[in-house]
Nanobody, 123 residues
Framework: QVQLVESGGGSEQAGGSLRLACTAS??????MGWFRQAPGKEREGVAA???????TYADSVKGRFTISQDGAKNTLYLQMNSLKPEDTAMYYC???????????????????WGQGTQVTVSS
């Protein structure tokens, strides 16, 4: 059984930084990602990563967010720098079933989800 547990959310001022972590258990495929959902909006892909290091980012976070993984600890990270108020959302860790050659950002391509961690950025 795959379990994903996020941590590291919180409140930050615009321009600040936060790092999210997702600890995975029971997952042995190769693709994990971060999604976010703001009130009244659809859940959107933020960043995704394969175990070989290949990454994909949403245009809105390119150059500001970095996805990384500690294989030994089975932990996925999202380093968020230069935060903006529009980054305010619930952030979810997700894992895709099967073996991937490109990390997707489509919500429907992910099977397993964490409970989410709130990120709030004030101006």
């Amino acid at each position: 059984q795959v379990q994903l547990v996020e941590s590291g959310g919180g409140s930050e001022q615009a321009g600040g930084s936060l790092r999210l972590a997702c600890t995975a258990s029971g997952y042995s495929d190769n693709c994990m990602g971060w999604f976010r959902q703001a009130p009244g909006k659809e859940r959107e892909g933020v960043a995704a990563r394969l175990t070989n290091g290949r990454t994909t980012y949403a245009d809105s976070v390119k150059g500001r967010f970095t996805i990384s993984q500690d294989g030994a600890k089975n932990t996925l990270y999202l380093q968020m720098n230069s935060l903006k108020p529009e980054d305010t959302a619930m952030y979810y860790c997700a894992a895709a079933a099967g073996w991937w050659t490109l990390p997707p950002l489509g919500r429907g391509q992910y099977t397993y989800w964490g409970q989410g961690t709130q990120v709030t950025v004030s101006s």
